[in-house]
Each structure stands twice: as C-alpha cells, then as structure tokens.
C-alpha cells in the first residue's frame, strides 16, 4: 500500500477522532454548521431575487435590474466575507489541536488533510442545511410585490445554480481552512504556546486611503458609454466593501493601541489587550454592522432619491418609486440578517476561543462582571468606531452620484441612524446571550 494511501487513511482517523466534543460540548462544531447554513441560504435568496428581474424586458427593465446587481453587490460580499469568517470560528481550538500533532510527529501533509477534511464536512453539512432554509424561505419571498405582482415562481433558481452556490460555500470553506495552516505547519510551537500574536501592518491603511481616493475620482469621472458608467460604478463599490477589510483591522488595532496607554482599570486593561490579541479577530465581530452600515447610507440615499422623484400615473413606471423603497427594505432586512449571524456567531466563538485565559482569570479571582465588562468593551469600542468610518466611506463614493442635498436629506439620515442602532443593539444583544457560554466555560475552573 503507498505511503499517500496510508497518510490519507491516518488523516481520516485522527479527523474522526478530534471531531468529538470536548470541554466546550459540541459548541465549536455547531457554531460553524450554523454560520455557513444562514450564509448559504442568504446567498441563495439573494442571488434568485436579483435574477428574478431580468424576467423583464421592456424600456424600465434596465433599471430594475440595475438595481438589482447593485443590491447584490452590496450583499454578496459581505456574506462571502462572513463566510470566509465562518471557515475560521474556533480557530484558536483547531490550531492548538494540530499543533499538538505536529508536536508529536505529524507531518504537515497530515495535518493538511485533517484541517480541510474538518472544514469541508462542517460546511457541507451547513450548505445542506442551508438550501433546506432557502427552500422554506421562498414561499415567503415569493409574496413581495415588485411592479404591481408578486415574484412568484420566478424566484425559484434552477437546481444547477443551487448546487453551485452549495459548492461554492465548501470551497470557501476549504480554501479558508487551507490558508490557515501556514502557521500552523511552519512553528507548531509557537501556536501551542500562543507567542506568536497577530500584527496589522500600517500600510493597510495607506492603501486603503489611495482605494478610496481613486474610487472616488472614478465616480466623479464622466463616461461617454453608459456601460462604462454603471461598470465604473458598480467595481467603485465593491472596491468600497472590499477596503473595509482592509482597514477595519488596522483601525481596530490603532484603537486597541490606544486604548492600552490609557487603561485605568483592569477591565479596560482587559479590553485592549483582547483587541490587540488579534485585531482580525476583533474586526469579524464588528464587521457585520460595518458592512450594513455601508449598504445603510446607500439605501437612505436611494429611499431620499425615490421621495424626490416625480410619482408617474400610468404605464409601469407608476411603480418604480415603490419598488425602489420596497428593494431599499429587503437589502436591509437580508443585511440585519447577516449582522445577527455574525454577531452571535462570533461572540461565541470568541468566548470559546479564549476560554483559558477566562478560566484563569476566574482561579485568579477575578470577578465574572469584569471579565463581562471587558468583554462588552472590547466589542462595542470597535464596533462605534468602525461602524462611523464605514459609513463616511460609503457617503465619500455616493456624493458624487446623488449629490450633497440626498446624501444629508432627512431620510437618508434618519435611516442611516435606525440602522445602526438596531446593528448595535443586535451585536449588543449577541454578548448578552453569550453569557451561558461563559458560565459553561467557567464551569471546569469551579
């Protein structure tokens, strides 16, 4: 038998093997299952919604369907980013469990399969879970109106597509789980030992300044083809999502910096070295509002447009202003969505990720409200942070296409402020139900 046989074989065993449940239960394999089923039936939903308006082809369908890859831009990726997010919960516990085998002996081919195995399966079974949910959902959808009737079966995608977004999911699964492994394979030790802690380079930030400079001369720019136009428009705003991955851990680590020289207590001690443990980290757990916050200044703007606009009487363009604001509502209600899987998620993947540290500092004495406070701090601070910046982003690259007056109009304002306060309140809401986490693990340490 070769070796490749045998290697696969022992992979596959230790998989099985480190798959069950540890001090934590089955918290760290059900938490991905779960992000990756709410991930794969959001992208779902989205994706046969966006299409169900290319059914169209009169004068206005153009700009149904306009609007309606500009509504999957601004969702699709921040769900695939949640989703790369997802590959990566409960990272801490993995690495520290392959490390070990590395330690023992492993080779790093072994510790590969088992990671992608793991990642692969946790996600496969969320994906499955996933199109179970988009099939329960879409009777729902189905009954929103857009140009005087409901979607209907319009809605429904072709089994090839579903698959594909299925498999898709897995891949990303796989791929993230892949990336990871770097550190892992090269110095087991200092994952073991936890020496090694996670550094955001600053030129994070001037890249991300020169994106946006550039995607807002781009916007500014006219085009004599309207193709050209939307296309600008459309890469300027996903360059804007995409640089908030890029700037958000380097501002949560220049706050988390902060923060440490002005600590005077030793719950905000506690805060800003959580933060500065791993500033990626930190931005995950507050990256769901970020994005929504973004998808929020574009949706007030476009709400703002739709008021101002002329209401037609006749033809089917009586209804554009109404499904404008009914699109504006289901963007932000699939955001929230997305904010309340990450913020739950996350949270308690972060309570398990550093389960040590709390069990020791609850043998130390520390009080269990502290630890709470710290806690709650170092994921509000960022959040308040982030969620401002991603919002002035998002005005920065709309100002040049609707104008001063629209962006600062009363409902452009007035729904950018609901939604980050319900986004804050959800990720506020996510620590507290955190709190049986904690108790559960604190209970080995009592």
């Keep these: 038998m070769s070796t490749a046989v045998v290697n696969l074989r022992s992979a596959v065993r230790l998989a099985w093997l480190l798959s069950r449940p ?5 918290s760290a394999a059900a938490l991905p299952v779960l992000a990756f089923g709410l991930v794969t039936t959001l992208l779902l939903t989205v994706l046969a919604g966006a299409l169900s308006f290319f059914r169209w082809q009169d ?35 993995r690495d520290d469990r392959l490390s070990a085998l590395r330690l023992l002996g492993a080779t790093p081919s072994t510790v590969g399969i088992i990671t992608v195995l793991e990642s692969t399966a946790l996600a496969a079974a969320g994906a499955v879970a996933g199109v179970a949910g988009y099939l329960l959902l879409a009777p729902l959808v189905q009954l929103i109106e857009f140009r005087g009737a409901p979607i209907g079966p319009a809605f429904w995608l072709n089994p090839l597509a579903v698959a594909a977004v299925a498999a898709a999911v897995v891949l990303l699964a796989a791929v993230s789980a892949a990336a990871g492994l770097r550190k892992v394979v090269i110095s087991p030790l200092g994952v073991r030992t936890r020496q090694a802690p996670a550094k ?19 916007v500014s720019t006219g085009y004599a083809s309207a193709a050209i136009a939307i296309a600008v428009v459309l890469g300027t705003f996903v360059a804007g999502l995409g640089v908030l991955n890029l700037l958000g851990p380097w501002v949560v680590s220049v706050l988390g910096r902060r923060q440490l020289r002005t600590a005077s207590t030793a719950g905000k001690l506690l805060a800003a070295r959580a933060i500065l443990e791993s500033p990626k980290a930190a931005w995950r757990q507050v990256s769901g509002v970020a994005m929504t916050s973004f998808v929020a200044v ?70 269990r409200r502290v630890m ?66 904690m108790a559960k693990v604190l209970e080995p340490a009592r």
Aim: proline share 5%.
């Design 22 to 26: 540890g001090a934590t239960g089955g």
């Design 298 to 367: 574009f949706g007030g703007t476009g709400a703002a447009l739709a008021a101002a606009s002329p209401q037609e009487t006749v033809g089917p363009e009586q209804f554009v202003a109404g499904d404008i604001r009914t699109g504006i509502l289901v963007t932000i209600i699939v955001s929230f969505l997305m904010v309340a899987c990450s913020a739950g998620v996350n949270q308690a993947a972060a309570v398990l990720d550093r389960a040590d540290l709390y069990s020791s500092l609850d043998k130390l004495g520390m009080p």
């Design 372 to 437: 709470d406070r710290a806690r709650i701090r170092a994921v509000m601070l960022p959040l308040l942070l982030v969620s401002l910046g991603s919002a002035a982003v998002a005005a920065l690259l709309v100002l040049p296409l609707a104008g001063l007056a629209l962006v600062m109009a009363p409902l452009s304002v007035l729904t950018l402020a609901a939604c980050l306060a319900a986004g804050i309140g959800v990720v506020r809401g996510g620590l507290w139900a955190t709190g049986p986490v």
């Design 59 to 93: 004068p206005i369908a153009g700009l149904y369907q306009l609007l309606a890859v500009l509504a999957l831009v601004l969702l699709v990726l921040p769900l695939l980013t949640l989703g790369g997010a997802s590959a990566r919960l409960s990272a801490r516990r």
């Design 200 to 218: 955001v380079h600053w030129l994070r930030g001037v890249l991300g300044a020169l994106v946006i400079i550039a995607g807002f001369a781009a």
